[in-house]
């Protein structure tokens, strides 16, 4: 099956002023994703990781550069069009799962597709997710992996054209981080969704189809990996 390009960066820079001093947190940065890549963003604290989500991902505008979703200059919109990009055509997953407590595992996720176009059957991904029997508890009823669980839930029903993961497995024991790890990559065959995943751990570059690896603000490597390992093989 021939990949499409979904998502283009062209030299994308972001710097903050602070005081006399201009802070380089992204500078020059450039790269592709395609209609159903797994990819994984790799490197330490600080080296431009969460920078660069937040502008692909629309809550942010870079100081230079520009980001395309498909035929779309995404750095070109309004206010009111970042949002609906950030509604329609992104979901999220943080590392601490951001999920309603107030509410069970199935309204939170309603409560994210209210608003969507496109929206995917909530109780279908929910099933796909491993929450069946779980979708009527509150997040206090549920283990660390399950609110994650949840967490992608809502970000996948929205269907949206990208997955932004960042350290999705950073607050979670090794074997719950590689069950969720399993998941993301189930979520990305299954429903065909690019998938990013941002983390400083560097055995989880070896699951990803393409891997960027960053320091300091700048993308020092790309490549590919032709036989991407199963999440239930890597060690950390």
């Known amino acids: 099956m021939l990949k499409h390009d979904i998502l283009i ?7 903050y002023q602070m005081g006399e001093v201009t802070v380089k947190a992204l500078e020059n940065a450039s790269f592709k994703f395609s209609k159903g890549d797994f990819v994984v963003i790799l490197g330490p604290s600080g080296s431009g990781k969460s920078t660069l989500l937040n502008i692909i991902g629309g809550m942010d505008l870079p100081t230079s550069g520009k980001v395309y979703l498909r035929d779309e200059e995404i750095t070109k919109f309004s ?6 990009y950030r509604r329609d055509k992104v979901g999220f997953v943080f590392q601490f799962y951001n999920i309603m407590a107030n509410l069970t595992a199935r309204e939170n996720v309603e409560l994210a597709v209210e608003i969507c176009k496109n929206s995917l059957d909530i109780d279908k991904v929910m099933d796909e997710v491993g929450l069946s029997e779980r979708k009527d508890h509150f997040p206090s ?7 994650q669980r949840v967490a ?3 970000a996948v029903a929205k269907n949206p054209e990208i997955l932004l993961c960042d350290e ?7 074997s719950t981080g590689v069950s969720i790890l399993s998941l993301l990559k189930k979520v990305n065959k299954e429903f065909n969704m690019t998938v990013v995943v941002i983390t400083h751990n560097a055995a989880i570059a070896e699951i990803g189809d393409k891997v960027i690896k960053m320091r300091s603000g700048e993308i020092v490597d790309i490549w590919t990996n032709e036989s991407p390992v199963n999440p239930e093989r890597i060690e950390w």
Do not use: F, M, N, V
């Not at 206010?79 to 609906?84: A, H, V």
């Not at 009823?141 to 609110?147: P, V």
């Not at 999705?168 to 090794?174: C, F, H, N, V």
């Open 152 to 154: 992608i839930a809502r």
């Open 9 to 15: 960066a062209e030299k994308i820079s972001k710097h």
């Open 141 to 147: 009823q549920l283990s660390g992996g399950e609110q």
């Open 168 to 174: 999705p497995t950073g607050a979670l024991d090794y």
């Open 79 to 84: 206010e009111k069009k970042l949002t609906e």
